[in-house]
């Protein structure tokens, strides 16, 4: 509400010291009474005094009319005490900005969208693949995360179909844990499990990502492409079970080109004869003086230069490159058993072993073969390049 000022009243704190102001005259005039009263009966044939003189009288109206003006005539800013008038307040409407995937899907023009569930990365990994690999068949996609988005919107995705053609959502879900969903898929498994959701006619697609040697292998991809389906929802193709503990990969790319025939025979497109490559950059070959030297990246695993020269500290993303100082064989010659017992050098280094450390090993190509090669294919091995990511999607840009 606004507060709008209407009348002034007189201070009161004006008025108390008014009031301290009389008292204190009277208690003075009070005390000089009484010191006058002994000497007049010491003295009793003199002439009575008046009790107050000419200058007391001239003292007391000057007084009494500092008093009056200041309650009654004097104005001061300072003084003032507002009253206030409480009146409603006008609220402008505001026009409410739509977000979320089905905003991001009209305003690109897209008709895939890929949920990922994902606890180190790889589901994520996966689905900015297939999102990308999408624009061949004329169907590329936005990657969301059901963490931030509202999954109920999934009842209005079939809304787009008139707006853009017919939609696609295709979910790859981890499991985690004993048959747990990710941290990110907790809300959407939720809803899932609340059969609160209206997906009629919502086409679909599911490839979960799990493990063999646990007991709920893909429980979550399992069980979302089920309810899917029983909240309403149209299965585009079967449900895709990777196995890490086999190979993931080779699992999602034989799942992933079985989908696409079958999204091309559902939605009747066919892919683009183009050549066409997920990874979208600008290649450009930078001539002596375009760079820094000490720029160049030539294959370290931590920070540039650090084959060259390394400082500490030393942790995951800066590893000490520490030299194989004994590398020998336990089994006996010709046993046909291996098994290495292998010593590194870390003088120097002031790394001290705890329970529970690593160490990587991080191999390196011979370069007589790499030189070899060089040779054969004519590639100038001293030449310096870059290569800048033009996807527009992507948060990497180098």
């Not at 895709?240 to 025979?265: H, M, P, R, Y």
């Not at 590398?327 to 050098?345: A, K, Q, T, W, Y």
């Amino acid at each position: 509400s606004l507060l709008q000022e209407t009348t002034y009243r007189p201070n009161m704190r004006s008025k108390f010291l008014a009031g301290m102001l009389f008292c204190l005259l009277g208690s003075l005039v009070a005390a000089q009474t009484e010191e006058e009263q002994p000497e007049a009966a010491a003295d009793p044939e003199a002439e009575p005094e008046p009790m107050f003189g000419t200058l007391d009288y001239i003292l007391l109206a000057a007084i009494g009319a500092a008093a009056i003006w200041w309650l009654f005539f004097r104005d001061s800013e300072g003084d003032k005490i507002p009253e206030y008038e409480i009146k409603p307040m006008v609220v402008r409407e505001t026009s409410t900005v739509e977000k979320g995937f089905l905003a991001k899907m009209r305003k690109t023009g897209r008709r895939l969208v890929v949920f990922y569930g994902s606890q180190t990365g790889t589901a994520e990994e996966f689905a900015g693949r297939l999102a990308k690999e999408g624009a061949r068949y004329g169907l590329k996609g936005i990657v969301a995360d059901p963490e931030e988005e509202n999954m109920e919107d999934l009842q209005q995705l079939t809304e787009l179909d008139s707006e853009l053609g017919p939609c696609l959502a295709v979910f790859m879900l981890a499991t985690y844990g004993e048959g747990d969903p990710t941290d990110n898929a907790v809300e959407f498994n939720e809803k899932l499990t609340n059969d609160g959701m209206d997906l009629n006619g919502m086409k679909f697609a599911v490839f979960g990502l799990g493990n063999k040697t646990y007991e709920h292998f893909n429980k979550m991809g399992k069980f979302a492409d089920l309810k899917l389906e029983e909240l309403g929802a149209k299965r585009v193709h079967i449900l895709g079970v990777g196995d890490d503990d086999a190979n993931l990969e080779d699992d999602f790319i034989t799942w992933k080109e079985a989908f696409w025939a079958s999204v091309c025979q559902e939605f009747n497109i066919e892919a683009s004869s183009e050549e066409f490559n997920t990874r979208q950059y600008e290649h450009k070959v930078l001539e002596e003086g375009d760079f820094k030297p000490e720029k160049v990246y030539t294959g370290e695993v931590a920070r540039l230069r650090s084959y060259v020269t390394q400082r500490p500290p030393f942790d995951v993303k800066n590893p000490y490159m520490a030299p194989i100082k004994i590398n020998n064989n336990i089994h006996n010659e010709g046993s046909g058993r291996h098994c290495l017992h292998i010593e590194v050098n870390v003088e120097g280094s002031r790394i001290r072993y705890d329970a529970g450390d690593h160490v990587a090993v991080y191999p390196t190509n011979n370069l007589e073969l790499v030189d070899k090669l060089a040779s054969l294919m004519d590639i100038n091995m001293e030449q310096v390049f870059t290569m800048t990511n033009v996807d527009e999607d992507s948060s990497k840009k180098h």
